[in-house]
């Protein structure tokens, strides 16, 4: 059965009028994905209401947030660029970037700072089910959940992140990007010969 909703660390958060019909503060503690769909994200209000199926675009941090866009199917575009490849999905706050600064580049090509939170990622776990989506594919997307300091929040995949880690790293600069391109050969640890992985050697003591 296709996992469609998932949990999330809470974040302390406000809802925006645009996209509820009402400005409340509160807490997203879910998440939905639905394949050709942006993530979706469930809210609890300060009044006790549960609001479903909403939007990154929907809700911003602090008193003020940056607009980005008058419309909102453009502004939402800004904040997050692919839709979901699958109804399947797995939530995970890597250790190793927990609270790092990233810079996103957004659709607009305006480079925005932020700190991540957390990961969602798609994927196909029905074996009968047709792979219809993208969730498969080496190329497929993932969710970097990021609390942008602009107010905003988004969900951006790896390669429009800069990341900041003193420990290890120099950011490049932003006006030159690295050109990396990722070997997507399909390997198998399993094309090989098999007489020696059924050789009688590993029984010998």
Not at 125 to 147: L, Q, R, T, W
């Amino acid at each position: 059965m296709a996992q469609l909703n998932a949990n999330l660390p809470y974040i302390e958060c406000k809802i925006r009028r645009q996209s509820a019909g009402i400005t409340s503060g509160g807490f997203i503690f879910g998440c939905k994905a639905m394949l050709n769909r942006p993530l979706l994200f469930h809210f609890q209000t300060n009044s006790g209401a549960v609001i479903w199926n909403r939007p990154i675009s929907a809700f911003y941090h602090g008193n003020i947030y940056e607009k980005m866009a008058k419309d909102e199917e453009a502004r939402l575009s800004l904040l997050e660029s692919w839709d979901c490849q699958s109804n399947n999905i797995a939530v995970t706050c890597f250790k190793f970037l927990e609270g790092k600064m990233v810079d996103v580049i957004c659709r607009d090509g305006v480079w925005r700072s932020g700190t991540y939170l957390f990961t969602v990622d798609d994927y196909e776990d029905e074996p009968n089910a047709i792979n219809v989506g993208y969730a498969n594919d080496i190329d497929s997307k993932c969710f970097h959940f990021i609390k942008l300091n602009n107010g905003n929040f988004c969900v951006q995949p790896n390669n429009l992140l800069r990341w900041h880690n003193a420990d290890y790293i120099i950011p490049y600069a932003k006006n030159s990007p690295p050109k990396i391109v990722l070997d997507n050969s399909n390997y198998s640890s399993e094309r090989i010969d098999r007489t020696y992985g059924n050789s009688a050697y590993f029984y010998h003591h």
